[in-house]
């Protein structure tokens, strides 16, 4: 061999683990399902709805259109802001299913005229069963005590 060189052994042992590019990852990965969170989760509209103490559980394997009013006026089509045109429209092309319904949550504020005239346009447009979304609340001089009420979520139903 020219020169004498000597050549370096590279069968050394490996004593530890470069985890830096484990934590870039880790971090990229972060990143990305911090950003996509917020693509995901759906803001809920807020409703102070009204309290009763009787309401039931609502059968949500039909076929259902949810409807908020707000207090300020404005109308939500299944959690869109929506006119009442584009409601009507709805409801009457839902009312060709069976067993169509919708559900009703209108902020306690509300007028009890508004919610009939909201009522009165969801049966105009075909759909005749609905129900009114309630806050269920546990009343002990009720009844048994029980109350009737489904957990989060009661409705005061109203059929034909």
Partial sequence: ?????????????????????????????????MVAS????????EVNLPKAATGEEVNR?????AVILKQDGRLFLDGALTTREALGAR??????????????????????GDVVGLIDLIRASGLEQFAINIDPERDPEVG?????????EGAAQETP
């Fill in 61 to 65: 394997e039909n076929k259902m259109i």
């Fill in 91 to 112: 409801a009457a092309a839902l009312s060709k299913e069976p067993n169509a319904s919708a559900m009703i949550a209108a902020d306690r504020a509300v007028s009890h």
């Fill in 1 to 33: 061999m020219a020169g004498g060189a000597q050549m370096d052994d590279d069968d050394d042992e490996i004593t530890g683990i470069n985890v830096t590019p484990l934590v870039d990852i880790m971090l990229v990965l972060l990143i990305i399902f």
């Fill in 144 to 152: 048994d005590g029980q109350g009737g009420g489904q957990g989060a």
């Fill in 38 to 45: 917020n693509y995901i989760v759906q803001e809920a509209i």
